[in-house]
């Protein structure tokens, strides 16, 4: 995977993405990161990249050329089907089913607002997909980047040391992952659940899929009611 970022601050690039095993895989080859500068794109003396909204309120909105001219430049070496992103608070929340049928992308450009965002023409002008990490509001694109990012490079093969992880963790067929324990099987008078000291290995996996059930039903009953629904679709 190759990710192209547009933004104001590419000195925060590979940032928390250069540690652990995205930071190896990096190193590896396994995927590229470019950060580019849009402000690089600012066609004034005093590189200027946003202006105030029309129609008045708080706040500036990142200029329409600057960024088309930005995204021409990522869009270089790229193929003409690449995936285009861009990070705002209104788009659409993403899952951890995006970011499965996300990995099949070869390059991807992500776009990183700032201020009070970008100005929309540029968004439809170009049919950029727009893509949120949750519910609240952030300064900047970047570290909801760095999210997208890291969710899709832990799915490379290779990336992650036991790929048998992947099958249990949450969200894979919209439960929950069951609960965890480590030594000591004792901590502070409280215990590990018995089972999963017996080595039996068809009970620990009932007892986790028991655990995974009720714990989505009880935290996640969104998700609860998809996986009833997978389930019945299945049968
Ligand atoms: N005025 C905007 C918020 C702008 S926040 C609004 O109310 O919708 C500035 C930038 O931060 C956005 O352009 C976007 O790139 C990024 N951002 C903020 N929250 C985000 C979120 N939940 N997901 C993805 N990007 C976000």
Known sequence: MKFKILTLFPEMFPGPINHSITGKALR??????????????????????DDTPFGGGAGMIMKPEILQNALTFAKKGFKKNCKILSLSPSGKKITQNFIKNLVSSKEIILICGRYEGIDQRFIDYNEIEEISVGDYVLSGGEIASFILIDACVRLIPEVLGNSKSLSSESFHDYLLEYSQYTKPSIWNKLKVPEVLLTGNHKKISDWRLNNSLEKTKKIRPDLYKLFVKEKKRKL
């Open 28 to 49: 590896k080859k396994k995927f590229q990161l470019e950060a580019i500068n849009i402000r690089d794109f600012s066609i004034n003396k005093a590189k200027t990249v």
